[in-house]
């Protein structure tokens, strides 16, 4: 899917220690869930939407949006972790 994504990543996991590639692992999965989270609540949204109206929908849609928040917050976290992992491996 991101090929140039994939290659930066592959050079610098092979030499990570295994305690940080499990840190890395862990907060992977903690995204993945989130983001699995925030999919069901917006394809539950859309459903209500579309069978009993807008105002059904907007109590998920406002906790799809928070999810969608923390998700955002989770990567830029990660993102702070992989700098700072790329910083002591170079």
Known sequence: MF????????LWIIGLAPSLLRELAGRL?????????????????????????????????DR?????ERLREVAEDLNRRVDQLLGDTR
């Not at 090929?3 to 592959?10: F, I, Q, R, S, V």
């Not at 903690?30 to 209500?48: F, V």
């Open 3 to 10: 090929p140039e994504l994939t290659a930066t990543w592959d």
């Open 29 to 61: 999965q903690e995204l993945e869930g989130i983001s699995n989270r925030a999919n069901r609540k917006l394809n539950a949204a859309y459903g209500l939407a579309t069978t009993k109206g807008r105002e059904s929908a907007e109590s998920l849609l």
């Open 64 to 68: 799809a949006l928070a999810t969608m």
